[in-house]
């Protein structure tokens, strides 16, 4: 068997690629692995996104979970950094969320958080396909009342909009913000907490049914917030995906800000502030070269890591770094949560918004975003990680590199949660570069069919 997880838990069309079978098999092992040293009866929550497969996903993993003796708390539609932050809250023994985040509908996912509420690492995750494999030999399935439970959670959502507004209790009168919450997890938690906290909320994308989820909308397709930023004459716009671990932002003028930006933002605000420590931010390696300038430039220490937040995490918890993030929107706010959050990162934006009193575009021009050009390649999961392998394709990223050498940089990489690579190239000239991600994106899919 082929490593089951990939950067962001285990995903697939739901039903084939993702079958009930693996997903009772996941509850079964996860449960096993996550919770063998524990000497009390072991408890964990689950939540899921607005996708119509949750439900029938839930149940299964559910199933597997009580099966091995160990509770659920089910908790329903609910954002994922939601679910890491009543896992620690809570003191239970881990939690899974069932999403497959910004990916189209039919697709789901499965993804684990330890009882500290943060992403397995992969020795964890290895040890739970191993589990798996070996058709849980290991595992003793109980009987009568060593059977599982299951309780019903539906309140705790409040909680969680509770937690976010103490964690930046920044106050919005006056200000008039749209939010597009992708049809997904969102859709309630968002707008109780901005509203709550005095903003005048226009709200798009909050009628999730269970099939629109991020379709044409969402931090994925920024275009209709873009226009109903400047249509409403509001101070900003907030874009989310299906499952809320991460934001895009739009500003007064219809401008987007991206994930860069936003960390650059609030980089230098809590710089300021004395609260950034080490004056350090971790990015990944597909943060745009206008980054690494910006903190040269504002004396910001950057530390980058491979592509996936959950190698952002590893290393700002190794290292004492309290900021780090992906250019797709994916922030890690350490001090305030365990994973990427969406809402957290809009309101810290927002008190960047009030406390300088300056519109998001000024701020935004804290770093020049460089021309970049990302086209996917659509493969096979099973070939996606073979594209050196095939010489016209080597030969042609190598071309590229000596290209660019010096005047920008060239980034090939297989997608972490995707049948797709990725191509990334940065430079001068937005049409050339356009041209030349397109020709390596249709040369590897033609000699990869």
Known sequence: MSRLFGTDGVRGVAGTELPIELATKLGQAGAYVLTKETSHKATIIVGCDTRISGGMLASALMAGITSVGANAIYVGVMPTPAVAYLTRTHKVDAGVVISASHNPMEFNGIKFFNGDGYKLSDQLEDE???VIENDMKDIDFPTGAGIGTIDYRFDLRDEY??????AVP????GMKIVIDCAEGASFYTSKKALEDLGAEIVAIHVEPNGTNINANCGSTHMEELQKRVVAEKA???IAFDGDADRMLAVDENGHLVDGD???AICAKHMKDQGKLKKDTVVVTVM????FTIMGKEQGLNIEKTAVGDRYVLENMVANGYNIGGEQSGHVIFLDDNTT???LLSALHLLQVMVDTGKPLSQLASIMTVLPQALVNARVSNEKKHRYMEIPEVAEAIAALEKKFDGEGRVLIRPSGTEPLVRVMIEGKDQAEIDAEAHKLADLIMDVMA
Not at 161 to 166: A, D, Q, T
Not at 170 to 173: A, E, N, S, Y
């Open 261 to 263: 930006q936003i960390m």
């Open 235 to 237: 101070c900003c716009g």
């Open 128 to 130: 739970i396909q191993a």
């Open 287 to 290: 943060s745009n070269l206008g």
């Open 170 to 173: 920044v106050d919005l009168k």
């Open 161 to 166: 909009v509770e937690f976010e507004k103490k």
């Open 340 to 342: 990427g959050d969406g």
